[in-house]
C-alpha cells in the first residue's frame, strides 16, 4: 500500500489550478502549489485516476478532460497553433519562398492576413540568423519572441508561452505539419542554448538536476504575467543566462586551464561546442526544496534526457550533481545507456580535492570513460561547503583534457 504524500486539500487545490489552466505539466504543479517532484507526480496520478486531467505526449503533459474543457481553451490552442504554423513557415522560406497556405490560414488570429508576407520575412530577417536553433520549441519561443517585438501576441501570459513550448514538443512526437518540419532536431528535452555545428554532435554537454524557479519567477506566475523568453546564445555569453549556477561552473573551468569568452562576438569554437540542459525539465528553489529529487525519480524520468544524449552525442558530459552519475551508472538504464555511450567501463574512478573544508569533508570529482564518451561528474554548485580553491586541485586526467582542448 503506496503511503500518501499530498493532503486532500493540496489535491483540490491542483484541481482547481487545472480546471482554471487547461492544462498542466510536473512542473506547473510543483510550483503552484509549492510540491516536491514526488509530491507532483502523485498529484497529477490522482486527477488523472479521477478522470480531470488526460495525458499527452507520452504523458509529460495533461489536458482536463472533455467534460472540464471550456471554449477559452480552443481559442488559446487555435492562437498557439498559429504561431506554431507561422514558425515553421519562416524556417521553411530560408529553402522556399513559396507561400504556405496551411499557414497563412489561421495567421488573422496574430494579425491581419495581408501582412502575412511581410511579418514572415521581417521575422526571418531581424530574428532568426542564418544558423537558426534546431531545438524545435526553442525556435518556436524566438518566433514568438520576435513578433511580441513586432507588436503582436502581447497577450501571452507565463503559462500559456510554456503551452506553446508543449504543443511544439507533442508536434514533433506526432509528426504533424511534416512539410514544416524539415531542419529540425526531433527530440522533445530542453536545451538553454544554441544550437551550433560544434555542439550538435561531438559537443560538451553541461547537465544539471533541474531548472531553477526564484521568487521572482513565482511572483510572475501568479500575476499571470508575460515572461519574456531570453535569448539563445553560447553558454558562456555573459549577456544571457546569467546564473550563480553557470558563473560557477565558468570559475572552476577557469581554474583547470580552460578559459571561455564571454563577450558575444569572439566566441570560438570551443565556446560554441558547449551546450547546456538539465535531467529533469522540472523546477524547483534548490535541490533539497520542499522534496529532495532522489536517485529514483532521476532513474524513472530518465527517457527523455537519454534521448537527447543519443540526438546529439556528446563527446563530455559534465554531470553537476553526485546523484546524476548514480543514475547514469544505475542497473535499471545500464543497457540503454551502454546502447548509447558503449561498454561500461566499471565504476567511476574518484578523484578528491586536495584539502577538506572547515568541516572536514573531503569533496570528490568522479570521472568515467565509455567508448563514445566522457564523463564528469562534480559535486552540484549549490554544494554547502564547497570552495572553489577544492574544485580547483581536482586533477584532470589527460583525456579530459584533450577534449577541452581539441
Known sequence: MSISIVTLDQINQAKAFVLHNQWTTIS?????????YQAAIQTITTLQSDGVLIPQSR????????????????????????????AFACRKLTTDTSSHPVASKGFSVIAPTELYDVIRRTVITECLPEQAPCNLENYVTSVLKCLQNLGYCLDFPSTDIELLEWLARDTCYKNIHNQFKMGFEMGSHRVVTKDFPENLKNGIMICGINYGYSDKDETKDAQGSIQEAEPLSFFSDATVNNSRYRARILTWLASWGIHLETQPGKEGVLERSFWQTNWLDTQSRSISSHEKVDLNALVNDADSILDLIAQRQPSLI????????????????????????????????EIFAATTNSGGTRFKMRVQSFKNASI???????????????????????????????
Open 28 to 36: 506547473l504543479i510543483q510550483r503552484r502549489l509549492k510540491l516536491g
Open 59 to 86: 504523458g509529460s503533459w495533461w489536458w482536463v478532460a472533455d467534460a472540464y474543457q471550456k471554449p477559452e481553451l480552443f481559442v488559446r490552442l487555435a492562437r498557439s497553433k498559429s504561431v506554431l504554423n507561422f
Open 318 to 349: 559534465i554531470l553537476i550533481g553526485t546523484d546524476l552519475i548514480e543514475a547514469l551508472n544505475d542497473i535499471r538504464l545500464r543497457e540503454r545507456v551502454e546502447t548509447i555511450l558503449g561498454p561500461r567501463p566499471g565504476k567511476a574512478t
Open 376 to 406: 564528469i561528474c562534480l559535486p552540484h554548485t549549490a554544494t554547502i561547503g564547497l570552495t572553489n580553491e577544492q574544485v580547483a586541485s581536482f586533477e584532470l586526467p589527460a583525456e579530459i583534457k584533450e577534449k577541452f582542448l581539441r
